[in-house]
């Protein structure tokens, strides 16, 4: 044992199951450790921030698990930043939410706009695609800036 703390092993959610099912996949401990590490983070992370949540779980078997997982669906690559990709389960599992990117320092936080600020973006997002001849299938928004914790000295 490295020392490192470990995630509980919770049972995947219904969603996941669901998702996991449509696409054939088994899941295994590794996967199901992974899919419950991501369910307790607070947005998008990275494998070696994985890795630390999951001391039992081999780094081999991690990474094969994220690629799986993303095949499936059930998890989402998202913001590459500097080459290192963060990961976060799926706005099919976890629900449409946008993201707030610190540009100092990487930091990625789901953000859930309100029904109504939704509507505006997705007509937005309507608008844009459909001027151009092409059908919108969903949207993502990255507001990007700089968080509380680079701002202060």
Do not use: K, N, Q, W
Not at 15 to 43: F, H, I, K, P
Not at 61 to 76: E, T
Not at 119 to 129: F, M, N, P, R, S
């Amino acid at each position: 044992m490295t020392g490192r703390p470990t995630v509980p092993t919770a049972e995947p959610g219904e969603s996941v199951l669901r998702r996991a099912a449509d696409a054939g996949l088994r899941l295994t401990r590794a996967r199901r450790a992974v899919v419950a590490a991501l369910e307790a983070c607070t947005g998008p992370t990275t494998a070696a921030d994985l890795a630390e949540r999951l001391a039992d779980v081999p780094i081999s078997s991690l990474y094969r698990s994220l690629a799986v997982l993303v095949d499936a669906g059930v998890v989402a690559r998202v913001h590459e930043t500097e080459g290192i990709a963060r990961f976060e389960l799926a706005e099919a599992v976890a629900g449409h939410h946008h993201h707030l990117v610190c540009r100092s320092c990487g930091t990625v936080i789901d953000v859930r706009p309100t029904p109504s600020a939704d509507d505006t973006v997705a007509g937005i997002v309507e608008a844009e695609a459909a001027r151009h001849g092409f059908t919108a299938t969903g949207h993502h928004v990255d507001i990007e800036g700089v968080c509380a914790a680079c701002r202060t000295p």
